[in-house]
């Protein structure tokens, strides 16, 4: 089975830039999505694809890939941004799914 | 509107059975594979199983393979996750969720983007 590795926290300043990646071997052949859950709630699909954001998702949400890394880039972070983000792609096989550990944004 | 509503959780001793179930609406049901996704109390998601549309394929993670069965009923448009055998670490919040699949320039992916409430499973003596 693959492996999808990110950094447990990150930190942002209100109104600034900041980007989440996302590491996994499989990653060179399956796309990511991306996930946002804040604290007793269920997860909210935020981007999928090669860069499209889900339903309601604000455009200072985008997405990009390099080689096996996918990132999640919030360009003017808001308060309401503050939450656990996490990736999510195929293994190898292509048949079972994985996410990885999560990053808990925190926007000052 | 389109909805999954879980039930089925439940305080269980280990070794001990649950059923969980997932009621679908507002959606073609047919027409998307069904995920079951757990989160342990503090910790991170974890994918636990999927189910093609026909229910001829599926699908698990190795953590409960041979323990755990997920089942669809079309008719019914509700997807089961029989839970058997069960570990104080399955103890998770469990969710349901449709997987759109996606194709782009040949490369597949997966949007799970409708999610259940989720249906807490405890696991202890």
């Known amino acids: 089975s693959s492996e999808l590795t990110q950094d447990p926290a990150v930190s942002v300043a209100l109104g600034q830039t900041v980007t989440i990646t996302c590491q996994g071997d499989s990653l060179g052949s399956y796309y990511a999505s991306w996930y946002q859950q804040k604290p007793g709630q269920a997860p909210v699909l935020v981007m999928f694809?090669?860069?499209t954001r889900a339903s309601g998702i604000p455009d200072r949400f985008s997405g990009s890939y390099s080689g096996d890394t996918t990132s999640l880039t919030i360009i003017g972070a808001q308060a309401e941004d503050e939450a656990d983000y996490y990736c999510n792609s195929r293994d190898s096989s292509g048949n079972h799914l994985v996410f990885g550990g999560g990053t808990k944004l925190t926007v000052l | 509107e389109v909805q999954l509503v879980e039930s089925g959780g439940d305080l269980v001793q280990p070794g001990g059975s649950l059923r969980l179930s997932c009621a679908a609406s507002?959606?073609?049901?047919?027409?998307?594979?069904m995920t079951w996704v757990r989160q342990a109390p503090g910790k991170g998601l974890e994918w636990v199983a999927h189910?093609?549309?026909?229910?001829?394929?599926?699908y698990y993670v190795d953590s409960v393979k041979g323990r755990f069965t997920i089942s669809r009923d079309n008719a019914k448009t509700s997807v089961y996750l029989q839970l058997n055998s069960l570990r104080v670490e399955d103890t998770a919040v469990y969710y349901c969720?449709?997987?759109?699949?996606?194709?782009?320039?040949?490369?597949?992916?997966?949007?799970?983007?409708?999610w259940g409430q989720g249906t807490m499973v405890t696991v202890s003596s």
């Open positions: 969720a449709r997987d759109r699949r996606v194709a782009v320039s040949g490369i597949q992916g997966d949007a799970i983007d409708i």
């Open positions: 507002g959606f073609t049901f047919t027409t998307y594979w």
């Open positions: 694809g090669k860069n």
């Open positions: 189910i093609k549309q026909d229910g001829a394929e599926t």
